[in-house]
Structures are given as structure tokens and as C-alpha cells.
């Protein structure tokens, strides 16, 4: 059983920036691939950005640009660094991991960006 713990959301105003939090209970070389994911109110979860072990990230093309994934393997931790924030990125965001086909979820964190 793995355990994901999300950090970093907030209220942001537009143009703003945030940066995600996953923290890992396993080590993360065994966890392929990390991601995020979004839920806003009324639509489904949707894929913002995945990193595997090796490789290049990958982004919704909606993020691309603005938005960095990264691992850090020292800390066992996932981050998303979200710059030039919009409204439309308002949503729980979720950490996603996979560990020998086992898909494990965090229990989200909220971010809104408004004035």
C-alpha cells in the first residue's frame, strides 16, 4: 500500500504562481508513473502532467508552458510548479502514482486562482 499526501494549494490571484506537494511512503523509483491529475466542480478528472522514471514529462496541452513536473528521488517526492495561473485552473488536484500496476491516489488539494 502506498500512501500519497498532496501540499501547496491555496487561493492564488491570475498570473500568479503555486507549486504541489506529493510526498511518497514508498520509494519512488518503484512508483512508474507519477502524475497529476484535476477535478474542477461539474467535470471529470483530467490528466494535467505525468513523469516517469525515465523520459520526458508529459502535459495536457492546456498547461504546457506554464506548468513544470518534477521527481525528486532524495525526497520521495512528485512536485507541479504552476506558473501564470488562470482561472480555469481551479480544481482539486490530485497526486497519481502507479506501483506494479497498482494505482494509488492522494486525497487532493484544492486550488482556486481568483481576484
Known amino acids: 500500500q502506498v500512501q500519497l499526501v498532496e501540499s501547496g494549494g491555496g487561493l492564488v490571484q491570475p498570473g500568479g504562481s503555486l507549486r504541489l506537494s506529493c510526498a511518497a511512503s514508498?520509494?519512488?523509483?518503484?512508483?512508474?508513473?507519477m502524475g497529476w491529475y484535476r477535478q474542477a466542480p461539474g467535470k471529470e478528472r483530467e490528466l494535467v502532467a505525468s513523469?516517469?522514471?525515465?523520459?520526458?514529462?508529459t502535459y495536457a496541452e492546456a498547461v504546457k508552458g506554464r506548468f513544470t513536473v518534477s521527481r525528486d528521488s532524495a525526497k520521495n517526492t512528485l512536485y507541479l510548479q504552476m506558473n501564470s495561473l488562470e482561472p480555469e485552473d481551479t480544481a482539486v488536484y490530485y497526486c497519481?502514482?502507479?506501483?506494479?500496476?497498482?494505482?494509488?491516489w492522494g486525497q487532493g488539494t484544492q486550488v482556486t486562482v481568483s481576484s
Open positions: 497519481h502514482a502507479v506501483q506494479a500496476s497498482n494505482n494509488y
Open positions: 514508498a520509494s519512488i523509483f518503484s512508483l512508474d508513473p
Open positions: 513523469k516517469g522514471r525515465w523520459g520526458s514529462p
